[in-house]
């Protein structure tokens, strides 16, 4: 019998065929290994959030939008949102105005210098967010490095905690490793021969750079902003003690809601706006870039 009979082939892929029961088994595993993920998600995660949603449109006579109604007819409030906007597209402006130049030199110059920018950038993870807002109101206290430097110039110390400055130089510190690991990551990938090539053709540094460098670190420049913004949007703690009254953000003017209001609804309201806010973000990022690409950087 020769081995290119054709009635042994379709027996031979009838045998090697998982059967029904096997191929459920291997289509069923991968839900399992997820099972315990998607309960912490939806049990702390998802479900209150639906709680929030909820309490943002029911009131003491059932569902109503009265809250969202008072929220975008109120000037204050709308004013706090934008600031919170505002706010968080300078703190990312300042992030990637520094982080660029420490993520180039790392990526590009590898060896001592390279690791040791990185390792001060990582250190940042290691501390507590919480202990370098306390150190920036040491610094910016009336006492503090800024106010002793100007001293000795003889000029009065300006006031700088309590103020819109100190709350965006804290958010600018505590969010800045994210925009460097975030260039850092797209910049080492770029090939040194495209560069040694530019130079070879009779390019300037400054030609290579902005010609060829640049556009290519552009991924990294685009994820970095998208997860500085989205971050800063919900900061609470680092502008409610570096920051004044005059310059509060919808994070903080929801705990002022819940703290000393009382009113949950009015907070949920907010919190529902801030959600939907982020969500759109998202959906723009995803949109013109692909949302994969930020988890890929």
Not at 2 to 23: F, K, Q
Not at 201 to 207: D, E, N, R, V
Not at 248 to 264: P, V
Not at 268 to 280: F, H, P
Request: aromatic share 12%; charged share 10%; hydrophobic share 55%.
């Amino acid at each position: 019998m020769s081995a290119a009979d054709p009635t042994i082939a379709p027996a031979s892929a009838a045998a090697n065929a998982p059967s029904g029961r096997h191929a459920f088994g291997r289509g069923l595993r991968p839900w399992l290994l997820l099972l315990p993920v998607l309960l912490f998600v939806i049990g702390l995660f998802v479900l209150p959030l639906l709680g929030i949603l909820r309490l943002s449109v029911v009131g003491p006579n059932g569902l109503t939008l009265e809250a969202y109604a008072d929220f975008f007819s109120d000037p204050f409030y709308l004013r706090v949102l934008g600031r919170t906007l505002i706010t968080a597209l300078i703190v990312t402006f300042f992030c990637l105005l520094l982080g660029y130049p420490i993520a180039y030199v790392a990526a590009r110059y590898a060896g001592t210098l390279g690791t040791a920018l990185l390792l001060i950038v990582t250190m940042s993870f290691w501390t507590s967010f919480l202990a370098r807002t306390y150190a920036w109101m040491v610094i910016l206290g009336s006492q503090g490095l800024v106010a002793n430097v100007a001293r000795v110039f003889g000029w009065e110390p300006p006031q700088m905690l309590f103020t819109g400055l100190a709350a965006n130089i804290g958010m600018i510190h505590i969010l800045l490793p994210f925009m460097v690991l975030s260039l850092f990551a797209v910049m080492q990938r770029i090939d040194p021969n495209l560069l040694r090539a530019s130079t070879g053709l009779g390019a300037t540094p400054f030609q290579t750079f902005r010609r060829v460098f640049l556009p290519l670190s552009v991924p990294g420049m685009i994820n970095g902003c998208a997860l500085v913004y989205i971050v800063c949007l919900g900061f609470y703690v680092t502008p409610e003690l570096l920051g004044g009254p005059k310059d509060q953000m919808i994070a903080r003017l929801i705990g002022s809601q819940i703290e000393q209001l009382l009113d949950w609804q009015e907070a949920a309201t907010m919190a529902a706006v801030l959600l939907v806010v982020t969500l759109t973000i998202f959906a723009v990022y995803d949109y013109f870039f692909g949302l994969d690409r930020l988890w890929r950087s």
